[in-house]
């Protein structure tokens, strides 16, 4: 017998989260150079990061042999500043994975069951599977989240329920007043994650202030993440709001420096950049129509999206894909939800979403005639 074998069986039976295609990587399979390659798989920012966050990260970088403030004070401070909440209300993660998992190791165990929607950002099974619990997958109405089914779901084994707004991979969204009205109807002794990763994207007339919900439901958690629209994806941080038994008890099991300091630093600044994030949401807008417009020409359906990211259905989609990662385009196959006729691209720059657009164009007459 190995000692892989002697490993529990939950943890051998998980199916390892699969990134976005890597430039690099392309680059090696493809011979091309990495200059020519567009990526368009991960939801990043196009823009990059805040100029004000990449000069805090350049005065930091002589600290770098120093640990981080493990409590992330002076962040911590910022965020509690802004969005009128107690320090003590506040998990730092090593990006919003990072506080999907800790609420995992924080309240599920052998037994317990986390309930999720179908077609649901990959991490709420992987991070379920790891702690032993068990997956209740709600199926998904018109691509979404059916909260009334996810509701029944909840059971004496139910600990967590998780719904991501907008969603990841489809972009389908929430309004404020169902989600509120979700939150009454779930057991005090659930903890509802609301995963928010692309919550800066909302359109104005979208907007609802979950934050104001944490006085009335002490067993909602707020996850938000610096990778999208702050563009620090590489740097690794998120964040949680939560009630302060809550945080305290993730923050027991947490890693005690697992936010690095030019994450720390490069964070604060960000928050302080509220026009480079209005920027990138304009940007989005216009990327979104742009990107939109062409499906429809293209005679593809399309799911609407309050994220930065289309998803279309591409009928054979392993081959369109294939054929664009000829062309230099990166875009996210998303078999892996339970949609395999399905392709999500990220709203780029202008001259990357026309790249896309072409190859796009150009995979489907080859795929078709084939």
């Known amino acids: 017998m190995s000692v892989a074998s002697r ?20 680059a090696r399979e493809m011979g091309m150079p990495e200059s020519g390659i567009v990526k368009l798989a991960s939801n990043e920012n196009p823009l990059g990061m805040s100029p004000a966050a990449r000069q805090a990260i350049v005065d930091a970088l002589a600290e770098v042999a120093r640990y981080p403030d493990g409590n992330g004070f002076a962040l911590k401070a910022v965020l509690s500043a802004r969005y009128g ?19 995992a190791s924080s309240f599920l165990r052998l037994g317990d069951a986390a309930v999720f929607s179908q077609h649901a950002f990959a991490v709420y099974p992987l991070a379920t599977n790891a702690a ?65 990763a692309y919550t800066e994207y909302l359109a104005p007339e979208q907007c609802y202030d979950a934050i104001a919900w944490l006085t009335h439901f002490p067993n909602l958690l707020i996850s938000r993440t610096f990778s999208k629209a702050y563009g620090l994806a590489g740097l690794r941080v998120g964040y949680a709001f939560a009630h302060p038994d809550v945080a305290d008890l993730m923050n027991r099991v947490r890693q005690p ?21 209005a920027r990138s949401a ?39 894909d294939a ?48």
């Open 7 to 26: 490993a529990p069986e939950y943890i051998r039976a998980i199916r390892p989260y699969q990134p976005g295609k890597p430039i690099s990587e392309l």
């Open 85 to 103: 909440v107690k320090p003590e209300q506040i998990v730092l993660g090593n990006g919003s994975n990072d506080i999907l998992e800790l609420v």
């Open 132 to 196: 032993g619990a068990r997956c209740v997958e709600v199926p998904a109405v018109a691509y979404g989240h059916d909260l009334d089914a996810m509701a029944a779901a909840i059971d004496g084994d139910t600990r967590v329920v998780f719904v991501a707004n907008p969603n990841n991979p489809t972009g389908t969204f929430l309004p404020g007043e169902a989600l509120e009205a979700f939150l009454r109807k779930v057991p005090a002794d659930v903890l509802v994650v609301l995963d928010e």
């Open 257 to 277: 420096f697992n936010v690095s300091s030019l994450a720390l630093v490069a964070a604060e600044a960000a928050l302080g950049d509220q026009e480079f994030i």
């Open 282 to 320: 304009d940007l989005n807008r216009r990327g979104m129509a742009q990107i939109s417009v062409a499906l429809d020409e293209l005679g593809l359906e399309w799911i609407p999206s309050a994220g930065n990211f289309l998803t279309f259905r591409a009928g054979k989609a392993a081959a369109v």
């Open 323 to 370: 054929a664009l990662l000829r062309q230099g385009v990166i875009v996210r196959p998303i078999a892996g939800y339970g949609m395999p006729e399905w392709l999500r691209v990220t709203i780029g720059l202008p001259e990357e979403n026309l790249r896309f657009i072409d190859a796009l164009r150009a995979a489907l007459a080859e795929t078709r005639a084939g």
